[in-house]
């Protein structure tokens, strides 16, 4: 279920100041429901990234892909952190 991913969004937001997006998918095996998580992270993050979820799920599935140029809301050439007054 999708609350499974609440640990994640929260702690990506928390820990590296980033967001995701949620997305429903079916796997094509066992065509089960499962819910997808995605974010974009610098190269930087990504350590902390990885530390984030292997904390959660040391078995988590994971793609890592380089990004060619990454463009909408909440992304510039210089990140600008800001604090979530929710958390």
Do not use: W
């Amino acid at each position: 279920p999708r609350s499974t991913l609440f640990p994640y969004t929260t702690l990506f937001r928390s820990r590296l100041d980033r967001g995701c997006t949620l997305l429903n998918a079916t796997t094509g095996y066992l065509q089960t429901d499962q819910p997808v998580l995605m974010t974009v992270v610098s190269r930087r993050e990504m350590a902390s990234l990885n530390q984030i979820v292997m904390e959660i799920d040391p078995h988590a599935f994971l793609i890592i892909s380089d990004a060619n140029e990454v463009k909408g809301s909440g992304f510039t050439s210089t990140k600008i952190h800001k604090k979530n007054p929710n958390l």
